[in-house]
């Protein structure tokens, strides 16, 4: 199991920017699919988007298409998700996983093997 560590939230205006860090521990980042889910107050966690290991897929959920990109250093044990044109809607605790020889169909549900805590994305209007 891998910890993992989320950070660059923060405040921000409706179409601004903000990217999101996830360092890893262990040495075996490479083999670990990653990505992002967030939970707005009062709302179920949803799936924003996967990182595969090996061919790397990608996959994002429909409502952040266009704007977010997900992009991974496995030198660095890092996976990074690039917030472009945020809007209020993405205001979420948002929280990076982790899951060995991950599957998207599984990590699109929310089964992962690790979590990080969350970091906060706030925007305002």
């Known amino acids: 199991q ?12 409706v179409g601004g920017s903000l990217r999101l860090s996830c360092v ?9 699919s990653v990505g992002w889910f967030r939970q707005a107050q009062g709302k179920e966690r949803e799936f924003v988007a996967a990182f595969g290991w090996g061919i790397g897929a990608i996959e994002y959920a429909e409502s952040v298409k266009g704007r977010f990109t997900i992009s991974r250093d496995n030198a660095k044990n890092t996976a990074y998700l690039q917030m472009n044109n945020l809007q209020p809607e993405d205001t979420a605790i948002y929280y990076c996983f982790a899951d060995y020889f991950g599957q998207m169909e599984k990590l699109k549900n929310g089964v992962a093997d690790s979590w990080g ?3 906060q994305v706030t925007v305002s209007a």
């Open 24 to 32: 890893a521990s262990g040495h075996t980042f490479s083999r670990y």
């Open 2 to 13: 891998a910890q993992l560590v989320e950070s660059g939230g923060g405040l921000v205006q």
């Open 117 to 119: 805590r969350g970091t």
